[in-house]
């Protein structure tokens, strides 16, 4: 009804006065109830962004950690085969040294011996530069301090000429692979000796 002559006051041309407020429905939300339910969001979209960046920050340490193990795994895959390089290497050379004090015999110099103990340390020599092309280095650890985490004690020895604590000899040699000790070296430490 309110339409109906709202439609034909404007057909005749009839000017009407200013116009009375409508008779719409006001919204149910109150003012009060708007700025409450805007808080909210404005919380719930700053607690939704503190989780999505936490997941993000998560995500790329998962990421970096993941990366990690996998270079970690091209680099020491072959540690344990390397270890069993190592023992070969051992054999190697104490089978050198042996064919070596054999061939410079001072009774009877054995020439067939000494190029056996000449091919056996060109081989020796090839090995060690194999291993080095790899990342598997010999440690030298004679005259420096005792490390645990390179070196295992199985002798003291008395000082004479050495400060305490160094490695004064190797029973056995260490070896790394990139910088991680795979086997650490046997070796006797100097110690001040008592009388």
């Given at each position: 009804?309110?339409?109906?002559?709202?439609?034909?006051?404007?057909?005749?041309?009839?000017?009407?006065?200013?116009?009375?407020?409508?008779?719409?429905?006001?919204?149910?939300?109150?003012?009060?109830?708007?700025?409450?339910?805007?808080i909210k969001l404005e919380e719930q979209v700053r607690?939704?962004?503190?989780?999505?960046?936490?997941?993000?920050?998560?995500?790329?340490?998962?990421?970096?950690?993941?990366?990690?193990?996998?270079?970690?795994?091209?680099?020491?895959?072959?540690?344990?085969?390397?270890?069993?390089?190592?023992?070969?290497?051992?054999?190697?050379?104490?089978?050198?040294?042996?064919?070596?004090?054999?061939?410079?015999?001072?009774?009877?110099?054995?020439?067939?011996?000494?190029?056996?103990?000449?091919?056996?340390?060109?081989?020796?020599?090839?090995?060690?530069?194999?291993?080095?092309?790899?990342?598997?280095?010999?440690?030298?650890?004679?005259?420096?301090?005792?490390?645990?985490?390179?070196?295992?004690?199985?002798?003291?020895?008395?000082?004479?000429?050495?400060?305490?604590?160094?490695?004064?000899?190797?029973?056995?040699?260490?070896?790394?692979?990139?910088?991680?000790?795979?086997?650490?070296?046997?070796?006797?430490?100097?110690?001040?000796?008592?009388?």
């Amino acid at each position: 009804c309110a339409f109906s002559t709202a439609a034909q006051q404007r057909s005749t041309g009839d000017e009407c006065g200013p116009e009375e407020p409508s008779d719409e429905p006001k919204h149910p939300l109150s003012d009060c109830a708007l700025e409450h339910k805007a808080i909210k969001l404005e919380e719930q979209v700053r607690d939704l962004t503190e989780r999505y960046r936490k997941a993000l920050a998560d995500s790329e340490n998962v990421r970096r950690r993941t990366q990690k193990f996998v270079e970690d795994a091209k680099l020491f895959g072959i540690q344990s085969f390397c270890r069993d390089l190592v023992e070969v290497a051992d054999m190697l050379e104490k089978t050198a040294e042996s064919a070596a004090g054999h061939a410079e015999e001072p009774s009877e110099p054995n020439p067939t011996l000494q190029k056996i103990y000449e091919g056996l340390s060109l081989l020796e020599a090839k090995l060690q530069s194999v291993f080095a092309k790899h990342g598997l280095h010999k440690m030298k650890p004679v005259g420096g301090r005792y490390d645990p985490y390179e070196h295992e004690i199985v002798c003291h020895v008395p000082a004479e000429g050495r400060r305490p604590g160094t490695v004064a000899l190797v029973t056995q040699d260490g070896y790394k692979l990139h910088g991680r000790t795979i086997r650490h070296a046997l070796v006797g430490v100097a110690v001040e000796a008592h009388e």
